[in-house]
Nanobody, 125 residues
Framework: QGQLVESGGGLVQTGGSLRLSCAASGRTFSSYTMGWFRQAPGNEREFVAATDAGGLTTYYTDSVKGRFTVSRDNAKNTVYLQMNSLKPEDTAVYYC??????????????????WGQGTQVTVSS
């Protein structure tokens, strides 16, 4: 069994930055596509970003393009989400997820079998 643990969330003002980390344990996720999702109160969980196994290909939802950057360090079994120019609408619980698939373009959260517990990101106006 694999485990994913997110960290780095918190409270930040509009325009600020946060860096989320997702540390994997129990199995090596270096061959897995890694994704970031978020869920705001009353909303469905939505795709944010994904990176392929090698970290060479990334994909973002339109609302975060140019502001967020997903990266990974397979030697550390860790994936990151650098979030800049944060907006109040970015407020949500952020989750990392993993799936053993080469495609990063399947945005359906149900395609990811492994999930972290989530970390809260709150952006104040």
């Amino acid at each position: 069994q694999g485990q994913l643990v997110e960290s780095g969330g918190g409270l930040v003002q509009t325009g600020g930055s946060l860096r989320l980390s997702c540390a994997a344990s129990g199995r090596t996720f270096s061959s897995y596509t890694m994704g970031w999702f978020r869920q705001a109160p009353g909303n469905e969980r939505e795709f944010v970003a994904a990176t392929d196994a090698g970290g060479l290909t990334t994909y973002y939802t339109d609302s975060v393009k140019g502001r967020f950057t997903v990266s990974r360090d397979n030697a550390k079994n860790t994936v990151y989400l650098q979030m800049n120019s944060l907006k109040p609408e970015d407020t949500a619980v952020y989750y990392c997820a993993a799936r053993f698939s080469a495609s990063i373009y399947n945005l359906d959260s149900r395609s990811y079998p492994y999930w972290g517990q989530g970390t809260q990101v709150t952006v104040s106006s």
